[in-house]
C-alpha cells in the first residue's frame, strides 16, 4: 500500500473531500430554475436531487478532469449530469416495485413524500434532463457526444446491473463472487467509471490518462460496493439516513454473505492498493482522487 494512502487524524474530512460538490449543486439548482417545467414536477425533481448526497460522482468528475489538466469549472456540465443519472437511480430505487424503501438521506422517500406517480416522473426528468444538460451546456459538438455516449451506456449498464441483482436470469453457472462482480460492475461501479472517464474527456487527458483513469475507477467502483454491503451489515439506520439491515432481511446475494466480512474487508484494501497503483503516473493533481478512494474505502455513511 503507498505510504500515503493510510487515513489519519490528518486526513481530509468528508466536507473538505466532497466540497466541489457544493458548486454542482449550485449550477444543478440554476439549471433547473431556468428549465421550463409544471412547478409540481420542479419540486419533485428538486426534493430528489437535493437535501444529502455526498456527490461523490460530481467530485469524481471534477477531480478526475483537474487530474489531466483541467478545470473544475470545464467539469460542471458532466458533473451535475452524472449527478442528475444517479439522483434519478435513487428515487426508482426507492418505489415500491423495487426496493421500497421508505427513508434516504435521512428523510422520506420521493414517493413518501410527495405520490408514486410523482417520484416516477421526477426520475424520468432527471434521466433525460442529464442528457439536455449535456447537449445544451458543453459547446464543443464533439466532446459532447463523447461525453453523452459514456454517459448513456453507463446508465444502461446500471439498469442492466439492477436487473442482474433484482431478476436474475444468469448465475447459476459461475461462481457466486462472479456474479457478484458482473451484478456491480455493471449496477454500481458502471457510474463511478463513466464519472472518470467524462472528467478525462473533458479535461483533455491523453489515452494513456483516460486508462489509468479507468483502471482506478474499476477499482473503487467495485470496492464502494463491497464497503456498502458492509455498511449494511455493521452501520445503523440512523448513521445511513436509510434502513440498514436490509440486504440480510431480503436475503440478497452480498459480499460479506459470499465471502464472510474479514475476507470483504480485505477484498475493499486490494481493491485500494490497486486503485493507487493505478495513478501511478500522476502527480500532486492526482491526490485528491487518492484521498477520495481512502475516504470510500473507510466511510462510515
Ligand atoms: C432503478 C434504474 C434503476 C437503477 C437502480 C443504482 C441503482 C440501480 C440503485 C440505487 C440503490 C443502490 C443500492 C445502488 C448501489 C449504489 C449505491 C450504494 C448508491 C448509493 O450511493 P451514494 O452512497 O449515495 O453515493 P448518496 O446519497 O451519497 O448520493
Redesign the pocket.
Known sequence: MPADSKVTSNSPSIEDLTMPGRDVETFLESFIDNRPLPENLRDGIKYGLFG??????PVLVIRACEAVGGTAQDAMPPAAAI?MV?????V????PA??DDDM??GRPTLHKHTNEAMAILA?DGMLSLAFELLATRVADAQLASSLVRELSVA?SD??A??VY?TLPVFGDDIEDVDRLEVI?KH??AA?LRASCRMGAIIGGGSAAQLASLTRYAEAIGLM??IV?DLLDVTATSQQL?KAAGKDLEKGKFTYPGVLGVEASRQEVQRLQYEAHEALEDFDKAAAPLRELCDFMAV?E?
Request: with cysteine.
Open positions: 444529502g448526497g455526498k456527490r461523490l460522482r449527478e444517479h439522483c434519478f437511480s435513487l426508482h430505487d426507492d418505489l423495487m426496493d434516504r438521506r426520475g446508465t446500471m439498469v446491473g439492477q441483482d456491480h449496477k454500481t457510474l464502494f460496493q456498502d439516513g466511510r455513511k
